[in-house]
Structures are given as C-alpha cells and as structure tokens.
C-alpha cells in the first residue's frame, strides 16, 4: 500500500429507486463509498442489504428495472451516473473490470476460454495477433494457471471452478484496469479453492495499484483479505471503518449481530454420548453412479461413495464434513435409501435398514428423517403447511385430526405462528421455510435426523437461529443428528464427532477437539489452513446467547 | 439500537412475508392483467355457448335442404336476405345455422380426442419421468416410434381402413397426438422428481400412487393444461384437414373441415364460402391456444423470489 | 411479363434466385396444355386401367379398326378390310406403307406377335377382359393376319376396334412392357416425346403418319398431358392459362367458368348411370329394406329430378330401368317412382316404421348427391350414417355382402348392350343383393340367345320386376362438363373418349 | 463413440422395425387389396386373378416375411398400381418433397429467427407484439385453407405465381410458405424464449462487463447458445413437415411423397404406403440424428468431454 492513497472511486449520495410496488422503496439509499488505489474495500451484509447492487451500479450493468435516482459515482474525476453508454463501454474491461460469483455460468461455454479473454484486447486496444497471444499466455501465467498453452484452447466446462474464476481474473486484470470489483467471488468455490483465489487476489493488490471493491456475506473472508470494512443493511451503510475497527470492535448493533451470528468452534466439546446406545451403524457402503456417454463423448463411472462405515449414538450429532463432490451427499441419500446402495449394511435402531424391501422400507422410514438443503425446493408449493406437515404422521397411520393438533404444537416449537397451517410455502422466507422442513421431518417422531447442508442456503444471522433450534431439538427429542456441511465452522459449533469425507472416503473422524485440533489427515489440515479468517478470534458480545 | 430491537427488524420481516399473497391470489392478480388470456377466454368460452345452445340460436334448421334455394349469397351479396344471413351452401342448406352447428363438431372432437390423448400421453410421461431407468428406455423408444410415424398419413391410412365416422376420427386422432404429453410430462416429471420436496414425501413414507397425486401431478398440472389446450386445437386442426380431404366427419355433419371442402368448388367465385368456416375454425383455434399461452404464462412455478 | 416479375419478387423474397416462369400455352405456341385429374399408372396400353391410358392410346397408336363415335361404324384402319371367316375366324388385310415412330414397317408380324402376346395369361395383361376370347392370331402373308376365337363372340369388332392397339414386334419383343412404358412407340397421330410419371407427358405431331386413317390427320403440333388431381387447383390453372383444356368439371364449375371470356364451357351425357342398390335380399342382416314397401318408400322419397335439375350438368337425366335406356335390350316400360315424399311416409308408416329408422349408406363419390339424397330420406324420417370410402372397399363391402344400401355407379365398360349392367347385377353374382331367381333366369335366357326378340322379351321381364320390386333405384345417367380455351376448336364425343387429333385453333 | 453409436443405429433399426409392422399391418386392414389392383369396374374373376397373380391370398405373417426379406436387400416391393419398384418411385417423388420441405423450413428459420431474436432483444415492444401476433396466427391458421386463400389471392386474383407444378422454384413459393407458416410459431417461441434465457445469463453479464458492443454481445455471444435447442426443434419440424406435405403437396398438385402417399391411400397401393411410412420414419431418426451432430457442432460441451 502506497502512503498516499489516492481516491479511484467515489460513490457520492448514491440512491437506486426499487420498481413501484416492492419490498421497499430504494435497493441502496444514500449511501458513501471511496476505494483507494491499492486497498480492498469488503461491502459486506446478508442478501438484500444491497451490497451487489453497489457493485453492479458502479460497473454500470443493473437490470433495465434500476435507476439510480440520486447520487454521483466518480470514477477518473467523471461521474459514470451521467456518462453515456458509449463511454461507459469504453471504460468497462479496460479501465474497471468485474469478477462474478458464478464461475460456472460467467464464461460463454461456446468458445475457448483463449478466445474470451482475447475479446478484451480486440475491444479495447489494436494489438496483433502475436501481440494478442503473448499478452494472453502471461496473463494465464500471471493468475497462476498450469500449462497456459493448453489452457487457453479449453473450453470452460473442461476446467474447474477454481481454473474459470482463474480465467476471469485474468479477463479482469488483462488492460490492468484501475478498480476492480469482486462481487462474491469465492462464494461458489469449495474452501481450498476459495483460499487460493483469495491468495492470488491479495496477491495482485499488490502487484497491481487497482483499487479492489470486493462483495461478500462471510466475515472470514472479510477477515482473510479486507483493508477497509463497509457494512450493508437494507440497502443503508450501518457502518464503515478499517477492518481491524470493524472486525473487532464493532459499534453497530447489526454488525454485531453478524459477527456475533458467526459460528465459532468452540461449541459442542465435553458432551459425554460414549455409553449411548448405538443409533445408526453403516458398514462398507459403498455406491458407484454410471453417466452414459453420448455420440461425442465416452460414458464415466464415478465413486461416489466407497466403503463408508462408521457408527453414531444416540445423541449425538455427527458432522460429516467435505468439499463438493466429496460423496457426503450420496453418503446420507444411501443411508435414508432414497439410493439404494450397491453394497453395504446400514442398522437404524438395530433394524437391517438397507435390507429392507420396498413395502416393508416404508413402515421404517418414519425413524430417519431428513431436512434438506434448498429451503425452495423442499416444499411442495402447491400443499399447504399444515398439510405437508401432517404427510408423515398421516401416511402412518395417525388419525387427521390428532395429526393437526400435533402439526400445530410442532410449528410452535419450531417458532412459527399455529395459524399458518392453511398458507403455502411461497409466503414464507427461507428461514422459515427451513423451519416447517424441521417440523415437518419431527412430525413422524424420528430416531435420526439428517440436516443436509440443512443451513448453507441462509443468512448468517438465520443461519445461527436455526442451528440453535437443531441443538434444542436433539436435545429435547433426544435426537440422534447427522449433520452435513461444507463450512467447517458450523461443524464446529454444532457437532460432537465429525467425519471427513474425500472424494467418496473417510479419511478422519473423530471427535471435534481432535479432528479441528490435531488433525492427523493431510487433507484436513489443509482444509483448516485454508479456512478464510481463521486468525481472527471473533469477539464476544455480552448477550449473544440471547439470539 | 440493542441487539434485541436488531432481532425484531428479523422477525418483522418475516412477518411481513407471512403476509405475502397466496399462490393463487397471485394467479387471479396475473389473470386480470393478462389481456390474451381473456380474449381467448372469451372467444372460447362464447363458441361452447354457442355449440350448448346451438338449436336455440339456429334460424333453420342445420340439416334442412332446398336445392331450388341454393348457392344464395350472404347478406353483403347481391341475391342476399335475412333469411339466411350467411347465405346456403351448395345444397340451399342455410351457412350460418350449419356453421353455428359445426361448433359443436369441432369441440367434441378437440376435446374428446385430447382428452384421450391425455390420459395415454400423462400415464406414459408421468411413468417415464417418475421410474426413469428400463420403464423411461420402452417408454422413450415407444415415443420415438410414434414421433417417426406421419400423422396426417398414417390417420388417413386408419381412417380410410376403419371407414370415417366421427367417432373414428376421435379414437385414431385421440390415439395418435398424445406425443407432446409424453415428451412435456416425462420432462416435467422428471424435473418434479428431482426435487427434494418428493424426495421428502418419500421418506415420509408416502406411496407411490400418492406421490403421483400430492406432489407430482399438481406441480405438473400446468405443463399438462398447457398441452392439452395445443393438442386440442391440434385435434380440431386435424380433423378439419382429414374431413377437407374427404376423409373425416361424414356428411351431412356439419364439420368446418368439411364445409371448407364442400366450398372448394366456389372457391374462386363465391370466396366466403370458404372464408366463413375457416374463419370460425381459426378463431376457435387462436381462442384455445392464447387461453393455453395465457394459462402458461399465470402459472409459472410459484414459490422462487 | 408482369407476371415474370412479380414471380421473381416473390421468390426473391425467399431468398431465391434461380428462377423460370412456364412459358404460356396455347396457340401462340401450337401448343395445348391439357388438365388430367388422375396419374396414369403405364404408359403401355395393355398394362393400366384408366381413362388417360385409353386416351393416350387412340394417340400414340392405332388399332386395325377404327369405331367412328358419330355413327358407331366400323371404319378400317390398319386394316385395310375384314371379314369374318366363321363365327370364331376373323381375317383381316392389312394397309402397307405404315411405319411405327422409331422406323419399323407395319406387318402382319406386329398384329400377329401384338395379340398372340397380349392374349397369353402369362404376360399379365392388365384387362383380361379385352384379351380373354382370343385364341390366337396367325399369319397368312406379310399383309394378312386372322384372328382364331375361342367361341363366338359378338363384340369382338368393337375390342379390336377398342382397347387393342396394334405394337411393333421387333421393338417390343426387345424391350418389353417396361420398355413401351419407359418409351411407347406406335403407329398413331402422335408421338411420345417425354413422360414424367404423375406429372405430365409431351407429345408431338406424327408428320409422317397415314393418309388414308379414318382418324384423320393431326392439326395441334405439341399435346401436353399435365397431372392436378385436384380439380379446383384445375380449375385455377385453367383460369390462369397454365392449361387449355379441361374436362369432369362439376356443374357449379362449369356454370361459374361461362362467366369467363377466354374460355367455353360444353357438355353431353354419357352411359355411365348412377344407382341405389338395396340389400332386399337381407345379406347384410335383418334390416327394414328386406320390406318391398320400405324400398318403394325410399324411391318416392328420393327428389332425382331435383338433383338433375340443380346438381348434375346438361345431359343427364333421371333413368328409371336398371340400364342405360339406350342400351341393346333396355327399355323405359318399367314403374317409374316419382317423388313423393307423402307416399313415402304413408308406405312406411303401412310397413310399420312410423317413425322412420336408421341405416348404413355406402358411397364413393359425388358426395353432395349423396348429401341430397340422405336429406331427401331424412325427410321422410330415414336416418342415414353415410359410410363415405373409396371404391375398393366400398365395393369389397357390399361383394361381401355388407352393405345394406349403396349409391355408386356403372359404365358398362361402354359397351351397347344390357348384358353389361343388368346381368352383371342380378345374376347371383357378389354384386348381387336381391337374388331373385326369377330374374336371374330371364336375364340368363337372354343373355344366351342371339334372337333379338327373345333377348328383348326376357329383358323386359327382367327389368320390369326389378323395377317393380325396386330392388334397385336407378338413379340418373351422368355428363360430362368440358371447358377450354375459347381459341380451341374441340367436339366431345359420347363415349369418354376426348380426340385431340381432331382439335384445331381456331 | 463407438458403443454408442452401435447403440444408435441399433437403435434406428429397431424403431424401422417397429414401424414396419406398423405400416404393414396398417395398409393390409385397407379390405381387399386385390379390388382396388383390379380396378373399377372389374368382374369378381379378374379380382381373383389378381388375388392369386399378387399372392395376396396367402397368411399375412408370412406375406410379412417376404416384404421384411425384401426390404433387408433394399427392395421395397413393387407398386400394385404402376407396377414399377416402390424404391423407384419414391427415388423420383423425394426430391421434390425435399426440396419443398427444406424451402418450407428456409422459409420457417428465416421468419422466425430473426423474429424472435428481435423479439427477445427487446420484450413487450412493438416488435414483440408483432411477432407475438404472428406466432399466434400462425398456429391457429388451418394449412388448407390458408393454402387455399393464397391460391385465390395470389395465384388468381393477382396472378403472381404460378398455381400448380413444380418446375421452376415459382412454383414452391406459396407451397412453401403454406407449410412453413405452421412451424414457423414453435421456432420463434423457442428462439425468443432461448434469447431471453441466454440475455440474462451471467456470460452475457461479462461479455457486457468486457465493454463489449452490443451486436457482438447479441450475434458472437447470445445467438450461438440461443440457437442450440432450435437446431433439434427444426431438425424435428423438417421430419413433420415431409410427413405433413400431405395437403399441401395436393393442393398445389406438387408430385411428391405427400401426394404419392394421399393417392396410394385412395387406390390401396399398399407396398406404396409401407415404402412412404417406412422411409419417412427413418428420414425422421436421421434428422434426430443430424440434430445431436449440429448441436455436437455448435455446443462444445457436448462434443468435448
């Protein structure tokens, strides 16, 4: 960092009207941003708060619907706000350029990766061909990407996640533009990735003088890189300040809210479950899926799981941490036999559950339940709650009625108001929808609750309450919990025994302390290094066992 | 601002979305402003009066013949009368009390056939998309084979093997267009099966055939009214194209198809003869496929902000 | 010109460049475009079944007599005289100096190889009809040929004067049927010079042929034979000038096209004679039409007159016997029922249907007089479900004994005489759903003498019953309606059979 | 590959197998073929004739083996009524169906595309509503009788094209239209439809985040992946439009498949429909075919691994 900071980028006053009709009236209102040439400025909040649609009104990309109605954006001493379109084009890609969240979908998957970044230069300067080239192979190299010959001719579904957000930072940087702006970038990547993207965006900071705008929801990230903290809500700026100020001495209730909804390792330690009887017991599953190929392409066989055994009491609530694509979802989809396995026992309350026929699997099922993932997608949206909830005890055997009554006493516990029986899933938010899954899964008294990635798709803030409902159900239901997560923090907190998973193996389990604190496998090391902020002892607020 | 009065900004939001419309006051709020939908409602909804109350509305009978009053314009021509406003066709039957009729053959036949298309076209979707693996391979290939066979041939091949009647015409159209309910359902199926909603209600210990009803059927209801509007007025398309070819409804029904047919020989001299019954048969069409256009565009999947 | 151009818009718009207009016919060109509705299935003459085949024949060759269709005399035409030896010999003398289109000599090889040919069952002619008496043909010398008989037979003159053109030996010994398909050669007026399958075949004038034909000499330079099975699309080619002559049309056609300057719209009745047959003999199950009083009723019932009057062109007329009034042996001393739907009701009411019934009815063309006569009967309260089909079927229905009442129709292969229609009807034969012993046996005494008197005589009775029972309803005899080209100078003549050779611009 | 492409064509032969006891047992329903070889007017021995001459008077199964026998060796029998090979005949109508078919589907692409990209690039204008308009006449619109409409307005009112024939390519242009109009709805839908997709996709987003011009961001980076799905859809339109030239193909009087088939109907040319049935399905697995190729071709995700 340079001593005399100068000022690349103010938004001044900058308000955008939200169309008539919406939840409210601004999707950012009045809000005063500077970035610095050669700082990273985190906007950080929980979705909604506005904080991409900063990103994107600077860019100069928001939907047709947005308008900024007040307020002035300067960049290189022009007000981008009342710059035209023609202008603006000539700065995008050249002198601001943008990194997505989605690296999946950011690059067009019909050309080569080599022809995309190429466009760049073709727009924005007049190179030759050689010129072009050789500038893309260092650029390739510059982010860090093996082999760039290779690289560039791919096409972006033959490379990784962590390769294509490669490839769009060295889209970004390739005229060495003078901001650059980060909307979530690592959000989609599995936590090594993430780590190595945030390295190498560190990394430029320093080579490069741009300024970084760098959007995120996760404070670890925030912790991990930022220079200076801006933090959203409701599209309104609650606070802003350096990181150090703002990480460690919030002043605003929300921030503290946030940092305090943080999940932190030190939860579940000393429980004493060893002399419980055993719940579930999976031996040797293993499970292999086949793709077929098609006229072009050969057919694969993936492993997704093989020879998975472990035993869990009751309970207890056994994390099964990995990375995407690391066979912890198989994994639990086998043990609730929504796939059957190919080989393998599974014992649920010592019934041979993964020998089980069709008929008499369903008379069993009621003792493993499962809450899924994607609050959406989990609710049939044409049932009501009451009737979704009442499914399991009804396909029981339950009476309708008494199965009502039992609905509502569930809602209730569940924090929801009773007398939404009669409403759809579509009124609820995320939160809440992740509630009447819990309910719902409790509805048929279960022996064993699976939360599959039960927590990922929420906000922090929801996400801490919803932890909090999973631990004082197990306990009050003396539940066993299989709980899957990518975030090892969650696991953390919520987890007394936790296994790891890669690529379809077990590669450590144990006990929290000693899988978090002396880890013996390579690979959860590295996934405890690569945790994003992990230097950051999050403080503590006085009443944060309150929320 | 305390940590606490953070926590009600949460729980007031969450409020707030409890008060968000229900699916189905948002569909009535989309029927109001979907202008489309109410013409082709409408168009549609005044033809089934029409074909209901046909015998009330016809000035003559549809049936009754004059050949010494033949060949008489419409109103707007030169040897026109009130008495028949339409004109009467090549045997001095009156245009418009035939016309009115032919509704009814055009709505019979659309919504029989599809309605029998359908049932065949939703159980071999819904299973193909439902078991997937050997059952969606035998259900695929059977689409595939239906997909190679022409329709248009292979209907005026049965058609003029079984001999044409009108209730021919129901059972081989009903028997031949349930392709697009196969291939839409099977997709939407499959799609539907793939949520974890269903995934749930089957470890909720729900069976099979209600899994069908409760939570595949509904959410695939659209995809099939959709479909079962467009291979409707397929079915009024085609049996309009088999009767002009001599091969459909027989006379003396009054089938816009054949009336089209019977005009052809003063198609050249007396064009409204050939106009008025196209007319009709393209307006019942249009009606039918922006009510379907219209049902697709008001409701599409709730549920995702 | 204008046309041209805007063709060339139009297709410009598709994006097309390559493009010709059909040049125009008509006389500037000596050309006439002449409009078929049905695809001629082989050009040789012995292999196919259709009008256009014979048409096309009376062109591309000649047959050693000619039948003028004036007077129905026998005129000698690559013969020149015959006589009959005795009743199973026939010896002709052929004219010398006739060559066929590709150069060979016309001899008696050529009649002798032509009919020894085509009266073998092995070459599969298509007509065993027309082949079917003769025994053999011989040659005497270069110049003279007879034809042995099998057994008597009165029509032989008019096979020989019909369907059998004479083909040259040495060509078709070479290349066959597919070879006369792929390329006719002949004697006759005109010559094949292209034929394109379904779509249309040329033909020019033969400059080298005959003087002394009967037929005359050719005056039109090129005849070209287009395919539009559709009649209305005819119709709009005639209009347009894309054909010159056309022919079938339907009354309404013919009386909207005389509205049209450039072109002229004629006519004449035929032989062919439309019917409604009753399955009296209850073939086809138990069914009210087994009741003589029910088939009167529907004889009353139905208005012929008014679908003559209003739906058939000129020359047709309502026929009342089971026979085409001119026929050898038809006569018009049959009960006629006359339309009268009261009768009909008050018959049906003595036959105890008050109320009517319903009934299949088979047919197979002319919708709308099927149409006419389900709303005559409707009227008198029979119900009608028509079964509308093509003609196999239709007749395969009621040779199988499934039909209960039909209306078709039947051109005794234009033969003049009433052995063709009423005995094949009323012999017991498949066709036959009255079977009546009666007239099976007048019909068979007649059928077997060669005494006019006696064949008249049985005739008579026969036709009589039939009508008094009304086993059958003879319903009209058909006509043709002809439009084209005013510059045209064309005659049609009785017998189905257009002769472009005789046509000239005027 | 390989596998899969032995699967394929496994796959191709057991669809043409299928359909061949389809179409052979749907023609021999048609009574009896031998009436109809006969021919009007034939005496009941000249039908017996004909019976034994065509072997038509044996089992069906094994009149069935023949013809399968036959096809093995590319023989598709011979035609009843032209007495010439049924592979011949078709050699000479295909072509002509092609050519219509493929000017139909220009005609189709060429409205359509540009259409619904316009449409797409800027929705619920007036643009949007035009083509929205046209979509939805179109598949309202009977093909014969807007055959028919045109055929009085432009061939003999106006007299700008030629009424019937094939000969010059004038003579496809209202043929063309006529058939194409009825696809050209379902290929702007998908267009627009894929166009809005791809506009709000995220690599849109950084093809415009590059500063990109408009006309590459809409022609390099949107309309490629736009016109994926429309590729199989037209391929699939082509294979229906062969089928479906039946109509059309009689009105304009145009010698192709279409018009072949309509006759051989009429006169039970039994060997004649199998061959058009037959060729037409396989016509229609290699269109499927040819469709997996293009979108191979254009989308590398499926060509490369």
């Known amino acids: ?547 | 601002m305390t940590l606490q009065s953070a926590k009600q900004t949460q729980s007031a939001t969450d409020q707030q979305a409890i008060l968000r419309p229900t699916p189905r006051q948002q569909m009535i709020v989309r029927i109001k402003m979907h202008y489309s939908l109410q013409i082709g409602a409408s168009i549609l909804i005044a033809m089934i009066l029409m074909a209901i109350f046909a015998s009330f509305l016809v000035p003559h009978d549809p049936y009754a013949q004059d050949l010494s009053n033949r060949l008489v314009d419409p109103i707007w021509g030169s040897t026109g009368t009130w008495d028949h406003p339409l004109g009467t066709d090549s045997l001095g039957r009156d245009y418009l009390s035939r016309l009115i009729y032919g509704s009814r053959i055009a709505l019979m036949i659309g919504f029989s056939a599809m309605l029998i298309s359908g049932v065949i076209g939703t159980i071999l979707g819904v299973a193909a998309g439902y078991f997937g693996g050997r059952v969606d391979a035998v259900i695929s290939f059977i689409i595939l084979n239906r997909l190679s066979l022409p329709v248009t041939l292979v209907a005026l091949a049965v058609v003029s093997v079984v001999g044409s009647s009108l209730e021919v015409v129901v059972v081989v159209l009903g028997l031949l267009i349930w392709d697009r309910f196969a291939v839409v359902l099977r997709s939407a199926t499959l799609q539907v099966r793939n949520m974890e909603y269903v995934a749930a209600a089957e470890v909720l210990g729900a069976s099979f055939p209600r899994i069908i009803f409760k939570d595949i059927l509904p959410n695939i209801s659209n995809h099939l009214i959709v479909v079962a509007t467009l291979e409707m007025a397929h079915a009024i398309l085609l049996e309009a194209a088999l009767s002009f070819l001599g091969m459909g409804v027989q006379p003396p029904l009054p089938s816009w198809g054949l009336m089209v047919s019977e005009a052809r020989d003063f198609m050249f001299f007396k064009p409204w003869m050939i106009t008025v019954p196209g007319v009709a048969l393209f307006l019942l069409v249009l009606a039918i496929n922006l009510l379907g256009d219209g049902i697709r565009d008001v409701t599409t999947p709730e549920g995702r902000n | 010109m204008n046309y041209r151009k805007y063709a060339l818009t139009g297709a410009a718009l598709m994006g097309l460049t390559v493009l010709s207009a059909p040049a125009s016919a008509g006389k500037a060109d000596d050309t006439l475009k002449i409009g078929l509705r049905a695809e001629l299935q082989n050009m040789d003459a012995y292999f196919n079944t259709d009008r256009v085949g014979i048409i096309v024949a009376r062109h591309v060759w000649d047959n050693l007599l000619y039948r003028d269709p004036a007077d129905f005399s026998y005129k000698p035409a690559l013969a020149k005289s015959y006589k009959w030896v005795d009743d199973v010999t026939l010896e002709f003398e052929l004219r010398k100096g006739i060559k066929f289109h590709n150069g060979e000599v016309f001899d008696a090889d050529d009649v002798v190889y032509t009919l020894n040919f085509v009266s073998n069952p092995e070459n599969k002619v298509k007509n065993q009809r027309n082949v079917s008496w003769i025994k053999n043909a011989e040659k005497i010398d270069p110049y003279r040929v007879r034809i042995h008989l099998k057994k008597p037979f009165p029509a032989a003159l008019d096979f020989i004067a019909g369907p059998l053109p004479i083909y040259p030996n040495e060509y078709y010994a070479k290349v066959g049927p597919e070879g006369m398909n792929a390329k006719p050669i002949g004697t006759g007026l005109y010559r094949v010079v292209s034929v394109e399958p379904g779509k249309e075949m040329v033909f020019e004038k033969n400059p080298d042929y005959f003087a002394e034909s009967p037929k005359g000499q050719p005056s039109i330079g090129k005849l070209v034979f287009r395919t539009i099975p559709d009649t209305n699309t005819a119709v709009a080619e005639l209009m347009t000038g894309g054909i010159d002559w056309l022919w079938k049309l339907s009354r309404d056609q013919g009386d909207n096209l005389k509205s049209n300057p450039n072109l002229v719209v004629t006519g004449g009745g035929t032989m062919r004679i439309g019917y409604l047959q009753m399955d009296a003999a209850g073939r086809s199950g138990d069914h009210p039409l087994k009741d003589v009083r029910v088939r009167r009723a529907i004889a009353h019932a139905i208005n012929r007159k008014a679908i003559v009057d209003h739906l058939l062109p000129q020359g047709a007329n309502v026929v009342n016997p089971a026979c085409y009034p001119k026929q050898m042996g038809c006569t018009n001393d049959v009960t006629s029922y006359a339309y009268d739907p009261k009768k009909a009701k008050a018959l049906l009411a003595e036959a105890g249907y008050p109320d009517g019934f319903s009934i299949p009815f088979d047919a197979y063309r002319n919708r709308n007089f099927a149409e006419a006569m389900i709303g005559d009967l409707r009227t008198v309260g029979i119900k009608t479900e028509l079964r509308f089909n093509k003609y196999a079927p239709t007749r395969d229905n009621v040779s199988a004994g499934k039909s209960t009442m039909n209306f078709m129709t039947w051109g005794s292969y234009s033969i003049n005489d009433i052995s063709a229609i009423t005995s094949h009807f009323f012999k017991k034969g498949p066709s036959d759903l009255a079977r009546d012993d009666d007239v099976a046996k007048w019909l068979e005494a007649g059928d077997t003498s060669v005494d006019p008197a006696v064949r008249n005589e049985n005739y008579t009775k026969a036709l009589k019953k039939i009508a008094d029972q009304a086993y059958w309803l003879s319903l009209w005899n058909y006509a043709y309606v002809y439009a084209f080209n005013k510059d045209l100078d064309f005659t049609p003549t009785a017998d189905e059979i257009p002769r472009f050779f005789t046509a000239r611009w005027k | 590959m390989l596998m899969f492409a032995i699967k394929r064509l496994g796959l191709a032969l057991l669809v043409t197998f299928t359909v061949s006891i389809i179409s052979f047992s749907l023609v021999r329903m048609t009574g009896d073929v031998a009436t109809a070889i006969a021919g009007e007017g034939a005496t009941e021995a000249d039908i017996e004739i004909v019976r034994q001459q065509y072997g038509l008077d044996r089992p069906l199964s094994v009149q069935y083996i023949e013809w399968s026998g036959k096809i093995l060796h590319g023989d598709l029998g011979q035609s009843l009524f032209f007495q010439r090979p049924v592979s011949e005949i078709l050699a000479e109508k295909l072509p002509v169906t092609l050519t219509l078919g493929l000017l139909a589907l220009g005609f189709a692409v060429s409205l359509a595309i540009p259409l619904g990209v316009l449409a797409a690039v800027k929705p619920n204008s007036l643009i949007d509503r035009i083509s929205l308009i046209i979509a939805v006449l179109g598949q309202a619109m009977p093909t014969f009788w807007f055959a028919l409409v045109m055929m009085v307005v432009f061939g003999v009112i106006l007299r700008w094209l030629p009424v019937s024939g094939s000969d010059t390519l004038a003579h496809f242009v209202m043929p063309a239209i006529a058939l194409g109009y009825y696809a050209t709805p379902a290929i702007m839908r998908l267009t627009r439809a894929g166009m809005l997709d791809v506009l709000s996709s995220d690599y849109i987003r950084t093809a415009r985040a590059k500063g990109l011009d408009t006309h590459v961001i809409l022609f390099k980076h949107a309309l490629r992946n736009a016109v994926i799905p429309v590729v199989s859809l037209a391929a699939v339109q082509l294979g229906f439009m062969l089928g479906g030239s039946i109509i059309v193909e009689s009105i304009f009087s145009i010698q192709g498949v279409g018009h072949l088939a309509l006759i051989s109907i009429e006169r039970a040319d039994f060997p004649v429909i199998q061959g058009i049935v037959l060729v037409l399905a396989v016509f229609y697995i290699f269109l499927t075919l040819l469709a997996d190729i293009l979108n191979g071709w254009l989308d590398p995700r499926i060509r490369i691994s």
């Open chain 1, 1 to 547: 960092m340079t001593d005399v900071a100068e000022t690349i980028l103010s938004i001044e006053g900058l308000s955008i009207a939200l169309p008539v009709g919406g939840d409210r009236s601004f999707a950012v209102e009045d809000i005063d941003i500077k970035i610095n040439s050669g700082e990273i400025l985190c906007i950080v909040g929980e979705s909604g708060s506005g904080k991409s649609v900063t990103s994107f009104a600077t860019m100069g990309l928001l939907p047709k619907i947005l308008n900024p109605s007040a307020g002035r954006i300067m960049f290189e001493g022009r007000d981008l706000l009342t710059l035209p379109e023609k202008a603006r084009k000539e700065l995008r890609g050249d002198r601001m350029a943008m990194i997505f969240q989605e690296p999946m979908s950011a690059l067009n998957p019909c050309y080569t990766v080599g022809n995309q970044i190429e466009e760049v230069f073709k727009k924005h300067r007049r190179m030759s061909a050689s010129q072009r080239r050789s500038q893309l192979l260092r650029l390739l190299e510059e982010v860090k990407l093996p082999d760039p010959e290779r690289i560039r001719s791919a096409y972006p579904h033959q490379l990784s996640g962590g390769q294509r957000q490669r490839i769009m930072i060295a889209m970004a940087l390739a005229l060495d533009p003078k901001l650059l702006i980060a909307d979530e970038p690592t959000t989609a990547l599995d936590v090594t990735t993430q780590a190595q993207i945030l390295n190498l965006i560190k990394q430029l900071k320093s080579a490069h003088s741009a300024g970084i705008m760098f959007v995120t929801h996760d404070f670890g990230v925030v912790a991990e890189i930022a220079d200076r903290v801006v933090v959203m809500q409701h599209g309104r700026i609650v606070e802003q300040g350096s990181a150090d100020e703002i990480l460690n001495r919030p002043q605003h209730p929300y921030t503290k809210v946030l940092i305090a909804a943080v999940p932190r390792k030190s939860g579940q330690a000393g429980r004493s479950i060893e002399d419980n009887p055993v719940a579930l017991l999976a031996n040797n599953v293993t499970k292999t899926f086949h793709t077929p190929g098609n006229l072009f392409t050969k057919g694969r066989t993936v492993h997704a799981v093989k020879e998975a055994s472990f035993t869990v009491r009751r309970g207890e609530t056994l994390g099964i941490v990995g990375e995407s694509g690391s066979g912890k979802t198989t994994l639990v989809r086998c043990l609730i036999r929504l796939i059957d396995p190919d080989s393998g026992e599974i014992e649920i309350n010592g019934i041979d559950f993964a020998g089980l026929n069709r008929d008499t699997l369903r008379e069993h099922r009621k003792d493993i339940q499962i809450v899924f993932q994607d609050p959406y997608g989990s609710l049939n949206p044409r049932r009501t709650v009451g009737d979704l909830i009442i499914e399991g005890p009804v396909n029981f055997g339950v009476p309708r009625a008494e199965a009502l009554q039992r609905a509502r006493e569930l809602l209730k516990i569940v924090r929801l108001d009773p007398d939404c029986m009669d409403r759809y899933p579509a009124q609820f938010s995320g939160g809440q929808r992740q509630r009447i899954c819990i309910a719902r899964a409790l509805a048929v008294e279960p022996k064993v609750l699976i939360a599959d990635e039960a927590v990922s798709a929420l906000d922090v803030s929801v996400q801490k309450e919803v932890l909090a409902l999973i631990n004082e159900i197990r306990d009050s239901f003396g539940l066993t919990v299989l709980f899957i997560t990518h975030d090892l923090r969650v696991a953390a907190q919520i987890c007394d025994n936790i296994i790891v998973m890669k690529d379809g193996e077990i590669v450590e389990r144990g006990d929290v302390n000693k899988v978090f604190g002396a880890p013996e496998h390579d690979y959860t090391k590295s996934l405890l290094d690569a945790e994003p902020g992990k230097d950051w002892v999050i403080p503590e607020f006085e009443d944060n066992t309150s929320v």
